[in-house]
Each structure stands twice: as C-alpha cells, then as structure tokens.
C-alpha cells in the first residue's frame, strides 16, 4: 500500500470516529431529554419505572424510535396513566419527535413553548388534562403538524392567530377550555382541515363566513360558546360535514330548505338552545346517514316532516318548540320511524302536537330506551302494544288528554324507572301489573279519574322514590305493603281520593321519607304513634279526614317537620308542647277538638303561619289569635295589675324623655342603614334559571366541581360581563334542602367578612320541566377546597407551613366574626369542615357553607341537655362535638370543637374519619398520646418533607436549628387544635385567643424565614 492509501485509511477511520462521536451525541440529547421530562411527572401507576440505565431508552416504556434514525425518539406514547405533574420544556430536544400522545392524565401548569422546536412533529394530543395558561403561539413553527388536540384543559386567551400558518392540519380540537374571544378570520387558510372543534368556551362574536371555504370540513363543532347571528348559507353547503354542532349559543334564522340534500354524509346535527326559527326542511329525510337529529329549546314551528328513509335514526330530540296546530295529524310524522331500527330516544315534549299516539308505535325499535310527550294536546288511549317496547325506561306523557285505562301491558317493561302519566284523563283501575316492574323509581299518576283500589302488588317496587296518586277517585284501604317500601324518600301523595279505614301502622318504616300527604280523604282511627318513626318528614298532611284522639308524643321525633297540616279532623286533648321546637314554616290545627293553653312560642308566635280556628275549648296565645284568656291566669293577672300600674307611673316621666332621645338616635340610623341596605341590595345581580343554565353549559356534568348534602356546586361563566362564578343548586327533593336555602339566604343577607364566602345573588325559580329550583351564586374560587389541597385525587398538591398558618387564622377570623361580630347574637355555622374552606386566587380562605347555621337566641347561649337537636342538623360526622350526639343545641363552643379537628387534620393529613381510628382512638387522641415527643411522626410527611429540603442547603449547626424550631411551631398549633377539640366544652378556648396565638406562631415562622434567607446559609433558589 502506497502513502496515499495509507493517508486514505487514516482519514476514513477519523471520519467514522467523529460520524461515531456526533451520533452518541445525538443519542444522549434523547436520553437526557426523556430523564428530564420523566423528573417533573408523577406516575402512580408506575410505568416509567423502566426508564433507567439498565434499559436502552427506545425499549423505555410508551417510548418508540424511528426506523430511519433507530436511535432517534419518533414517538412518545404515555396517554390514559393517572400521570399528574408539568410537562419539561425539554421535551423541545426530542428534535425527531413525530407523534405526542399524553392524552387523558393530569398534566398541569403550562404547556411548555419549546414544543414549537419540534419541526418533525405531526401529531399532538395532549387533550383531557389540567393544562392552563395560553396556547403558545409558537406551535406555529410546527410546520408539519396535522393534528393539534387541546380539548378539556383549562386554557385561557384567544385562539392565536399564528396557528392559521399550519396549512397541513387537518385537526383542530380547542374545546371544553376556557378561551375568549373571536374565530381568526385567517383559519380560512387551514384548507386541509377536516375536523374543527372548539365547543365548549366563551368564544363570541358571529361564525365567520370563510368557514364555509373549508371544503374538506367533517365536523364543526361549535356549542356551548356564546356565537350570535346567523349561520352563513355557504357552511350548510359543505357536503362533506358528518357531524354539525351548534347548540346552546344565541344563534337565530332558519334552517336552509336544501338542509337534506346539501348535506348528504351527515350524522349528527344539533342547534339545541338557540332561537332558530321557521320549519324543518323536507329535504332532511335525504340524509340517509343521520343518526342523531337534536333541535330541541328553540322557536321552531309547522309540520314536522317524515323521517320514514332515516333508518339509522338513534336520537330525534324536538321538544320545547311550536311544533304541531293541536290537530289530529300532528304526530303523523312518527309512522316513519317505525323504519328506525336504531332508535333509542324520542323526545317531542312541551309543543302543540295534536291527535293520537299512533298504533305503530308497537313497532317502533326495541333499542327505544325514552319517550317524552309531555305537554301537549295528545288525546285518545296508550296504544296496548306498547309492551313490546322491552328497553323502555322513562316514559314521560303528563299534561295531555290522554284518555282510556292504563294497559295492563305496562307491566312487561321491566326495564322502566320512570312512569309519568299525570294530568290526563286516564280513567280505570291502576293495572297491578305495576308490581312487576321492580326498577321503578318514580310513579306520578296524580290528577286524572283512575279508580279502583291501590293495587297492594306496588310493594314489590323495592326501589321506590316517589309515588303520587292524588286527585283521582281511588278508594279501598291503603295497603300496608307500600309502607314496606324502604327506599321511599322523595315522597307519597294519596290526597284527594276516597280512601277510607286507618292509617297502617308501618308507616313508620319509611326513615327517609320527606313528604306524607293523605288529606281529602275518609281515612279514620287514631293519628298512629307510628309516624314517629318517619324521623325524615319534612311535610306532613292529614287533613280533611276523621282521624281522632291526641297527637301522639312519638311525633316529637320528627324534628325535621316544616309543614304539618292536621286541620278538619277530631283531633282533641292539648297542643303539644314538642311542636314550640319544631322548626315550622306552617302549622294547620284548625276545626279539630283541641283544648287547654296555645302556645305563645315558636311557630305559635306567628299568626299568619298557624291557623287554630274552629277550636273552641282554646284559651290563651298571642293577641292575633283573639282567644280568650285562660282561667288560671286571671286571678294573677288582677293583683299584678295595679303594681304595674304604679310602677309604670313612677317611670313615665323618665321613660319618655330618654325614649324621645333615643328614638331620634334610632331613627337617624335606621335611614342610614336602610339606605345602606338598599344600595347593596340594588348591586345584586338578578339571574334567572335561564341565565344559570347558560352559564353553567347546562349544568355539565364537566362543569360539576363538587356536591355535598342539600346540592351540587357549578362552575359558570355569566354571559352579561363574563363574571367566573359557582353556582350552588339545591336538590329540594333532599331533607333540608329548602330550609338550608332559606338559612344560607339569610346569613349571607347579614353579613360580611372578608374570610365569609361572598355571595352574588339568589335565584328561586322553576326549570323547564315545572319543578321548583333554588340556587345561590357565589364569586368562584380559583384554588377549590381546603379538602383538595389536604387530600388531593388528580393533582399533587401541598401547603408551605406558612400557608396552612394562613387558612388557620382565615378561617378562625370568620368564626370570630360569625361568634362575636355579626350581629346582637352570635351565629354557629355548625358545618365546618375542609371542603367547607374555599381558596381564592391568592390562597386566601373563605369559610361557605352555611346550611346548616344557627343563629342563637337568648335561651340558646346559656342551653342545657334537654334543649335538643338532630345530629342531622349540626354538621358531619368526625367534626361535629360530643354533646351534639347528646341531644345539645348547636353552639359556639361546638364550632370552636369543628375548628379543632379541622386544625390536626390541616397539619397530620388525617380526616378524623381515617381507617388508623378504631375501638374508641379519635383524632385527637392520636395526636395528643403523641405530643411532643412524636410529633414529626404524626405530622403530614409530605408537608414535613416539603418543609425539610431547603434545610439542606444550610450549614449543620444552621439545619439543626431550624428544624427544632419548625418541630416547636408543629407543636404549638397542634396544642391549639387539642384544646380546642377537648370533649368538655369549659376546656375549649376562645375563638379570639385562638387568632392570637396562631397569628403568633405565622410571625415567629415568618421571622425565622427573613433570617435563614439574609443570614449565612442563603437558601437555594
């Protein structure tokens, strides 16, 4: 070999070895980049534990490299693993990255800007996680990217106009986030887009025209936004949409006559609450792909045309329009669906549809799982072959003209929960076939001519709720069986018919039941004693009947009671003393026998909710009652009189001058304060159940960020300003709710405090079914519940000890407020608990919730055992005192007991109701058997080790002295929390020495801070 070949071979060998050097390089950056990304991630389930030296990183689980550059990272693919953390900024080096699914867990912070150096990527999901912040505009630079999915996050701003420059995407999923803004008139140059989704933000404005130059669009999916105007012509012409989503925006016009025809590949359309009106194009029965047509909540009118060629039809939803002339070939249209194989709900309520329900329906699909055809003008009878229809489950036809009996067939769907068929003219007996439908849950079959005995074979219906009969003309004995039916809560009303004989004694098997009504009828014998055991009556109606003898005392049980209506019956003896403490709204006692003393206390001291007329044998009351005196009283009465006569003599001159005086100083306050309330009261919002609906996208279940006894709490954004808001909607079927409402109104009427949850407004309303609704609005807090941050599901999430010091004296400040400052009389708020605490943007801690408050009267403050109350009405079990178990009323002293346990479990990381407490061991003997010695290992670790790791960046001696000094700040706010959470009430502390020490402790911690962070060992950034 020559010298040039020999130079040849060196300088190839040189060549391989730097070709060498550069691709191990290369590698490296892959591997280093997937370590850091891995070091910001939670991972419960632990996937990525192969992510170590042992392994080479392309055989790292979800981990995929290319073929072209094998030792190059082409795909990342960890979606649907619990992983909760930030997603690394240097997921930017993985510079060959083609694909990034991380889809379904719970990644939050931001989404890092540096995704935008992946030139190579083309697919991006990062959808279904906690992501927040803006869309990085720089997502631009991906250049190649043909899917960009960001749906359910919690994003903000506007959508950037940069993404207009990604011509190759064919997917843009924004939705179910919190975006602003308006549609950039740029994405008409996305023209390869098929699949455009941004439903579900707070985007305005009109849906731009250009959209329609979309040619290959699929799907438009733009509900649940706040879009006005009308839909331009051009994007009902595109011909390859399959899916059409409009709903729930401010949208009006028409629908084009071409609708059917222009759109032949369509699935799925709705324009669900908007104000479309006009008629359904003919043409709609040429798109023989429609599988769900959806235009219920809008002004829609005329004839609804055949849908006999939809054979794939699951879902025809057209309720609350103006639909139908009340004409007998209104409902003409439904013969075509019997070609609906598919069919799974029909939904025609509150509309003007006339005539029959067609005999076809026998034939309709066997998937039909809803029928709704309530409020209408429907006559004639239920077709009896409606039994064939084996998947039914509601059936909805109330409010019609329904005539003819109740088809005995009824009784083969066993699949059906819900029966509604009042407000007919239905006329027969009630088919005992019903007994054979054991998943029912709610029966209304009040206000029509049915007849006949209440079949006893309903005792079969185990998983009962509700069951109203009244208003019809039933007769016989009630059957002792529907009293065996322990699931009865919501209800039973056999008023208004002519059932006779006594009351069954197992009435009082139903516990949970909330409401008794059996007035208007010829029921007799003796009020049962056994009603006692309906401890969760709220309203309770027996009257127009000829029940006799005394109210039992077994009644004082139902502590709950707000309505109770005894009137026109023989009843006699004296008006129990019990009912003084009953919380009633309206008491009824009127033309029965009743004798002796009225009452002046409780809801006797208030005329206009009781009603006692046609007693005669009554003495006593209050003026408004004009009854006469009591004979024992008067002889008393005669000898008192003339010394208070000369007494008040004697002070007439003094009196009056000091009454003049302070009637001026009153009189001046009144008007300031009046006009103090009235201002206030003009800045609250006026919302109605339209608003809230709007607000909340329907009360999503998306939208659902916690429930709780008496209701559900929603997020909503207000569409008058844009307002962030949470809407608490009361579920009035549950005991309480309705009493919760009103004392949660009047506290927030009554007070303010900057640590009290601050109220909007109050909405009592119906909804679009006719029921009752209640709500209240409160300003919406950003961080959730002290409950999420101290026992966190989806997040990981902690408190510094300055924090927890911070919500510590937050909330104790409002217990002070509510103890001390209110008003004349203290206010218990008697349910204080974490997921009671709520942290606004700044962690500030607001105390909601008050349900359950008391306001204490002068008799209360100073109560003894027997002044008592239900465990049910004082709080949550593991917070509430001792005494409360006891029969005590609710007192300060007993929140001051809710505060302590809330305290220990703040700063242990255990609730009280925690599996560790066993045979008789509580929360706070745990923690005060291991004072002072083993505090570090009962304080939360995760907190304590969050608290430790700084202290590694100071010099020993340092260390050692800032650890003794967390350990001595644990165990003095774990001393407060078991002094306040002592059995005795005496031991417990006051609420302000309470705020005293704890905001001692805050400022020696806050001290010790300043002085580790200027002294010597400067504490790592």
């Given at each position: ?456 074979s309903l005792g079969n219906c185990k998983q009962l709720l509700a069951l109203h009969l009244s208003n019809n003309n039933l007769t016989g ?545």
């Open positions: 070999m020559g010298i040039f070949g020999r130079s040849l071979v060196v300088i190839t060998i040189h060549l391989f070895s730097i070709f060498t050097l550069l691709h191990a390089a290369t590698n490296e950056t892959d591997r280093l980049a997937l370590l850091e990304f891995k070091a910001k991630i939670t991972d419960p389930l632990g996937v990525m534990t192969s992510w170590n030296s042992s392994h080479h990183f392309c055989q790292w689980y979800g981990v995929v490299c290319g073929r072209q550059h094998r030792q190059r990272v082409a795909v990342l693919r960890l979606h649907s693993l619990k992983l909760s953390g930030s997603i690394s900024p240097h997921i930017g080096n993985l510079s060959f990255l083609r694909k990034l699914y991380l889809y379904n867990n719970s990644f939050s912070y931001e989404i890092p800007p540096e995704i935008g150096h992946l030139r190579r990527l083309q697919v991006l999901y990062l959808s279904n996680n906690s992501l927040g912040g803006k869309i990085p505009s720089n997502l631009s630079s991906c250049s190649n990217l043909n899917i960009l999915n960001l749906n359910g996050n919690q994003l903000i701003g506007e959508i950037p106009r940069e993404l207009t420059l990604l011509t190759r995407l064919k997917d843009l999923s924004l939705g179910k986030n919190n975006l602003t803004g308006t549609i950039p008139l740029s994405i008409a140059n996305l023209t390869s887009l098929e699949y455009l989704f941004l439903g579900g933000n707070n985007l305005h404005g009109v849906i731009p025209e250009f959209i329609g130059q979309l040619k290959n669009l699929s799907t438009l999916a733009l509900f649940n936004n706040q879009f006005s105007g009308t839909i331009h012509s051009s994007i009902f012409n595109l011909s390859l949409i399959e899916a059409f989503d409009v709903g729930n925006n401010y949208l009006e016009g028409t629908l084009p006559l071409s609708l059917g025809v222009s759109l032949p590949y369509l699935q799925f359309f709705s324009i669900v609450l908007n104000q479309f009106s006009g008629s359904i194009p003919s043409s709609i029965s040429n798109a023989s792909n429609l599988e769900s047509f959806q235009v219920t909540v809008n002004k829609l009118t005329g004839v609804v045309p055949a849908f006999g060629k939809l054979n794939k039809l699951s879902v025809l939803s057209l309720g609350q329009n103006l639909f139908g002339n009340g004409k007998d070939d209104d409902l003409k249209f439904l013969h075509g669906l019997t070609n609906a194989t598919r069919l799974r709900q029909l939904e025609l309520g509150v509309n003007n549809f006339g005539g029959m329900l067609p005999k076809q329906i026998a034939n309709f699909s066997r998937e039909l799982e809803s029928i709704y055809i309530h409020n209408n003008q429907i006559h004639g009878n239920i077709p009896t072959g409606i039994d064939s229809l084996i998947n039914l489950n509601l059936f909805i036809a109330s409010n019609n003209n329904i005539s003819g009996t109740i088809p005995s067939g009824v009784g083969k769907l066993k699949n059906l929960a819900k029966l509604y068929l009042f407000s007919n003219d239905l006329t027969g007996n009630i088919p005992s076939s019903l007994g054979n439908l054991t998943n029912l849950i709610q029966i209304y079959l009040h206000d029509n001519q049915l007849q006949g005995n209440i079949p006893s004995l009630i059957p002792p069986q529907i009293f065996e039916i322990s699931s009865l809560s919501m209800g039973i009303d056999l008023s208004t018919n002519r059932l006779h004989g006594s009351l069954p004694n197992q009435v009082g098997n139903l516990k949970q039941l909330g409401i008794l009504y059996l007035d208007n009828n010829m029921l007799s014998g003796h009020v049962p004693s056994d009603l006692g055991g309906c401890m969760s009556l709220e309203a309770l109606s027996i009257s127009h009947n000829f029940f006799q003898g005394s109210i039992p005392s077994s009644l004082s049980a139902l502590r709950g009671l707000q309505f109770l209506n005894l009137s026109y019956n023989n009843v006699s003896g004296q008006i129990p003393s019990f009912l003084v403490n009953f919380s009633l709204l309206a008491l009824d006692i009127s033309h029965n026998d009743f004798e002796g003393m009225v009452p002046i206390e409780g809801i006797f001291n208030n005329a206009s909710a009781t009603s006692i007329v046609g007693n005669k044998r009554l003495c006593g009351g209050i003026s408004e009652f004009r009854l006469p005196s009591c004979k024992s009283d008067q002889k008393p009465k005669r000898k008192r009189r003339r010394t208070v006569i000369i007494t008040v003599s004697a002070f007439t001159g003094i009196l009056a001058s000091i009454l003049g005086c302070l009637f001026l100083w009153f009189s001046r306050k009144r008007r300031k304060d009046s006009s103090s309330c009235d201002s206030e009261n003009a800045n609250l919002l006026r919302l109605s159940y339209q608003n809230l609906l709007k607000a909340t996208n329907e009360f999503s279940l998306d939208n659902l960020i916690g429930s709780g006894g008496f209701g559900s709490v929603y997020k909503g954004i207000l569409e008058q300003d844009g307002l962030v808001i949470a809407v608490k909607v009361l579920n009035l079927m549950r005991r309480g709710a309705s009493k919760s409402f009103l004392a949660e109104c009047e506290v927030l009427r009554n007070v303010r405090h900057r640590n009290l949850v601050k109220v909007i407004t109050a909405c009592s309303s119906v909804d679009y079914a006719g029921n009752d609704f209640k709500a209240l609005v409160y300003e919406f807090m950003d961080n959730g519940s002290l409950d999420d941050w101290l026992h966190p599901t989806h997040h990981p999430r902690n408190l510094t000890i300055v924090q927890r010091l911070n919500i510590a004296i937050d909330v104790s400040s409002a217990l002070e407020y509510l103890h001390c400052h209110a008003g004349i009389l203290p206010i218990v708020h008697s349910d204080l608990k974490p997921s009671n605490v709520l942290l606004d943007k700044e962690m500030t801690a607001h105390v909601s919730d008050f349900g359950l408050v008391k306001f204490l009267h002068k008799e209360m403050i100073n109560s003894t055992p027997n002044q008592s109350t239900s465990l049910a009405d004082v709080g949550t079990i593991g917070y509430c005192p001792p005494e409360y178990g006891m029969g005590n009323v609710a007192s300060t002293s007993g929140d001051i007991f809710s505060f302590g346990i809330l305290l220990l479990e703040m700063f242990t990381g255990k609730r009280p109701t925690d599996d560790t407490f066993k045979e008789g061991l509580s929360l706070h003997d745990f923690v005060r058997s291991s004072l002072p010695e083993q505090v570090t290992d009962i304080t939360d670790p995760t907190f304590l080790q969050m608290e430790e790791e700084p202290l590694s960046h100071f010099h020993y001696s340092r260390n050692i002295m800032r650890k003794n000094r967390l350990i001595e700040c644990l165990i003095s706010v774990l001393d407060i929390g078991i002094l306040c959470s002592s059995k005795s009430p005496q031991e417990r502390l006051n609420i302000g020495d309470v705020v005293t020490q704890l905001s001692s402790i805050k400022k020696q911690v806050t001290d010790d801070n300043r002085l580790d962070m200027n002294g010597d060992g400067m504490r790592s950034n």
